[in-house]
């Protein structure tokens, strides 16, 4: 256990349906990334946080994606009008303040979109 | 676009033998380098981290970097059975806040 959580650790959804995970990082940690991971790859990077600000957001991700930091604690990834391409693993970590710090990632959100 | 190129594997190798596990990346502007270890069904976690040049020991891990040829190596030593699990490269690219992860490489140690 990192001391990373993600919540649900599973969901299933139909295609069109919107999903909502929610991660909650290490207390002190101020950088919070969301990757996705399909099988066979590694992450991909989506987005980060540095507090509650979003500074980086990967040009592969759609409109449907959204993400937020409320207050610089817990985070959630939304994903609207969900499409069979989402289902992966969705992967959340944090590090202490910058790039070069250590990454602890949290056990993950698998989604099937059906 | 920047790539992290990693032979997905398996690589298998004998127990008590040397694991060598390569990673190329294309863009020359790259600065800082990982290696991530992940276990089948589980989260990666990090287990070398080099910025220079050269080579860096830790413990049965040893990380390898030259720049100039665009190519970072871990070695692991006395390979053991529970050194089984996927390693995954990444880089942070030159002038990008963010680290890109390869696809990473398959590894088997045979007992």
């Known amino acids: 256990d990192t001391g990373v959580s993600q919540d649900p650790r599973h969901k299933i959804t139909k295609r069109g349906q919107n999903v909502t995970f929610r991660c909650d990082p290490i207390s002190e940690h101020n950088r919070l990334y969301w990757y996705r991971q399909t099988l066979g790859q590694g992450p991909e990077f989506l987005t980060y946080f540095q507090n509650e600000a979003q500074l980086e957001k990967s040009r592969l991700l759609s409109d449907r994606f959204s993400a937020e930091r409320p207050k610089g604690s817990f985070s959630t990834l939304e994903i609207q009008r969900t499409e069979q391409g989402d289902s992966a693993m969705y992967l959340c970590?944090?590090?202490?303040?910058?790039?070069?710090?250590?990454?602890?990632f949290g056990p993950g959100t698998r989604l099937t979109v059906l | 676009q920047k790539e992290v190129e990693q032979n997905s594997g398996p690589l298998s190798v004998p127990e008590g033998a040397i694991a060598s596990l390569n990673c190329t990346y294309s863009?020359?502007?790259?600065?800082?380098f990982f290696w991530y270890r992940q276990y089948s069904g589980k989260s990666p976690e990090l287990i070398m981290f080099i910025y220079s040049n050269g080579d860096k020991e830790d413990g049965r891990f040893t990380a390898q970097l030259n720049k100039a040829s665009q190519y970072v190596s871990l070695l692991i030593r006395d390979s053991q059975p529970s050194d089984s699990a996927t390693y995954l490269c990444?880089?942070?690219?030159?002038?990008?806040?963010?680290?890109?992860f390869g696809k990473g490489t398959r590894l088997h140690i045979l007992p």
């Open positions: 863009d020359r502007g790259s600065q800082s």
């Open positions: 990444a880089v942070i690219s030159g002038g990008d806040d963010k680290i890109i």
């Open positions: 970590a944090s590090s202490l303040a910058s790039l070069t710090d250590t990454q602890y």
